[in-house]
């Protein structure tokens, strides 16, 4: 089952800001995984095993459509791109590409102690500390991450890409999702697309 959380505030219409909308949900499912942090070496309650549970199963299988919508169908149209001010983005794609895989073992870490823990109830003291490092060190990598690309790389594309390039991005960003673009363009939907 996909996660959703609320309705989004942007649409296919803007394949940008459906990415930002997806770093609100990052940071909101990141501050989780921190509060649940502080408790983990005792037993949870139900609404922090709710928030650990929802958590995990959004950066198991929301996060890595997010990581792809931006490798394989964003990053690569920018760079496609012959513009100058396009230019101090791309410096930044292939750091941007590597905070991707240095974030993809901290995410294993994560999953493998959440799991334990609501398996067992609990961490151990050590295995609690290595559940708060992991998701500390995630935060200061994320933090800058989206910094950079909501501050440059986004508002660039959209301004820059092509009509084109920005229905090429929706269209594969919904096949990912397995979400039907005529249903997300219906007529009673239009008036709401800006």
Known sequence: MPVQIGA????FSDPTGLLSDCHRRIEMFLASLDAVGKIID???NDE???ALESALR???EAAPKHTSDEEESLFPRLRQVHDIEIQSALAKLDSLEQDHRGAAPLHAEIEELGQRCLSAGSLS???SEAFRKAVATLLAMYRQHIAVEDGLVF???ARLLSKTDK???ANEMAARRKVSLVAEISPARMNTIR
């Not at 989004?8 to 649409?11: D, E, G, T, Y």
């Open 8 to 11: 989004p505030a942007h649409s």
């Open 48 to 50: 922090a095993r709710r």
């Open 58 to 60: 959004y950066f198991r």
């Open 167 to 169: 229905a090429g991005i």
């Open 125 to 127: 003291r050590s295995e």
């Open 42 to 44: 005792r037993p949870l």
């Open 155 to 157: 508002p660039l594309a």
